[in-house]
């Protein structure tokens, strides 16, 4: 699966930012939820002195295995349903 252009130039500006020192965990509020996020950002100085902060995501709650599901290596356009253990 293709991971589009814009998240790519979204990633590698995140790992030129933790390359340069500038990333900061801000806590923020969930704009839909309400709930409290953490959030990735990237930090840079305006030229009025003040910070810019740029979200690029928040950490996951709870156990991140179990809020995704990764993609399936037989199915390019797939991702696997069951990771849990059958037993």
């Known amino acids: 699966m293709a991971i589009p252009n814009p998240v790519r130039t979204n990633f590698n500006t995140l790992l030129r930012a933790a390359d340069d020192g500038h990333l900061a965990l801000m806590e923020c509020l969930d704009a839909v939820t309400r709930e409290r996020r953490y959030v990735v950002c990237a930090v ?10 740029t979200p690029f995501g928040h950490l996951a709650d709870g156990n991140p295995y179990d809020a995704y599901l990764p993609p399936d290596p037989d199915d390019p356009n797939g991702f696997i349903e069951n990771t849990g253990d059958t037993s």
């Open 44 to 53: 840079r100085h305006a030229d009025d002195g003040d910070f810019v902060m």
